[in-house]
């Protein structure tokens, strides 16, 4: 009879982690994919149609700004950011983990500030509209709130999944790919 092994938080963590970034990846890439194809509807609506449509530039801003701040949970999951890959190349071995710590460290607090900050954004684009749209500046001004959680979330379970050894799914994911 064979026995699941019970997994450490550390594994659930990574496990939640891989899902949650599975799933916001696929929301970035329809974003973008929105943002071309309303350009695009853009430029075709008003150099060959002149239909008289302005709304098209507004959307492509904040569809363009939702999927830039949701690609930084992932570069986060993934320790994907090239100034501190290189920054980190150039380190003793010995210095790499607490140099990792501490940068962890700072990016949680200013994750935290602009979660707090991004409420305040929040809450004040109730009371503005937008130019094109007529609706509140809310949903736009959301994409901080969102984002710094996300952020903070992975930055944390990447941290956890540093210091307990555990491999990264997505490093698994790879190698049976390749």
């Given at each position: 009879?064979?026995?699941?092994?019970?997994?450490?938080?550390?594994?659930?963590?990574?496990?939640?982690?891989?899902?949650?970034?599975?799933?916001?990846?696929?929301?970035?890439?329809?974003?973008?994919?929105?943002?071309?194809?309303?350009?695009?509807?853009?430029?075709?609506?008003?150099?060959?149609?002149?239909?008289?449509?302005?709304?098209?530039?507004?959307?492509?801003?904040?569809?363009?700004?939702?999927?830039?701040?949701?690609?930084?949970?992932?570069?986060?999951?993934?320790?994907?950011?090239?100034?501190?890959?290189?920054?980190?190349?150039?380190?003793?071995?010995?210095?790499?983990?607490?140099?990792?710590?501490?940068?962890d460290c700072v990016g949680?607090?200013?994750?935290?500030?602009?979660?707090?900050?991004?409420?305040?954004?929040?809450?004040?684009?109730?009371?503005?509209?937008?130019?094109?749209?007529?609706?509140?500046?809310?949903?736009?001004?959301?994409?901080?709130?969102?984002?710094?959680?996300?952020?903070?979330?992975?930055?944390?379970?990447?941290?956890?999944?540093?210091?307990?050894?555990?491999?990264?799914?997505?490093?698994?994911?790879?190698?049976?790919?390749?």
């Amino acid at each position: 009879m064979s026995e699941e092994r019970k997994r450490s938080l550390p594994e659930l963590a990574e496990r939640f982690a891989y899902r949650l970034n599975w799933i916001n990846e696929r929301v970035c890439a329809a974003l973008v994919a929105a943002t071309v194809i309303i350009v695009w509807f853009g430029v075709f609506e008003r150099y060959i149609f002149a239909m008289g449509m302005i709304w098209t530039e507004e959307l492509a801003r904040y569809l363009m700004i939702w999927a830039a701040l949701m690609a930084v949970p992932c570069c986060a999951y993934r320790r994907e950011h090239i100034a501190v890959y290189l920054l980190f190349c150039r380190l003793p071995k010995s210095w790499q983990k607490p140099g990792r710590l501490i940068l962890d460290c700072v990016g949680l607090l200013f994750f935290l500030f602009m979660f707090v900050y991004g409420l305040g954004m929040v809450e004040q684009g109730k009371a503005e509209f937008a130019s094109i749209f007529g609706m509140t500046m809310v949903v736009p001004f959301m994409s901080v709130v969102v984002c710094s959680l996300l952020t903070m979330i992975q930055i944390t379970v990447t941290m956890l999944r540093d210091y307990s050894g555990v491999r990264p799914m997505f490093e698994l994911e790879d190698t049976h790919t390749n």
